[in-house]
């Protein structure tokens, strides 16, 4: 999701609008960034700011994962 220009408040409302919809279907939420890629520590910051972790990774892609809360 790209919002060029758009205040950080507008990514922020999207993943909490998101998150609590999932979590009315879903117990876990996983993702994955691939390691090299230059936007990987900004969204891995993003996602432990709503709750991820690492848990998982390989040679090129970790996997951060949530529980509902």
């Known amino acids: 999701v790209v919002f060029p ?6 990514l922020h409302g ?3 609008t998101a998150l ?3 979590w009315t279907r879903y117990a876990t ?22 709750g991820f972790a690492p848990y998982a990774e390989d040679e090129e892609l970790t996997w ?4 509902k809360p």
């Open 14 to 16: 999207l993943m909490r």
């Open 29 to 50: 939420i996983i993702f994955c960034l691939p390691k090299d890629w230059a936007m990987t520590p900004k969204l891995c910051a993003f996602g432990e700011h709503f």
């Open 20 to 22: 609590a919809e999932a």
């Open 64 to 67: 951060y994962v949530a529980w």
């Open 5 to 10: 220009g758009a205040p950080s408040q507008t």
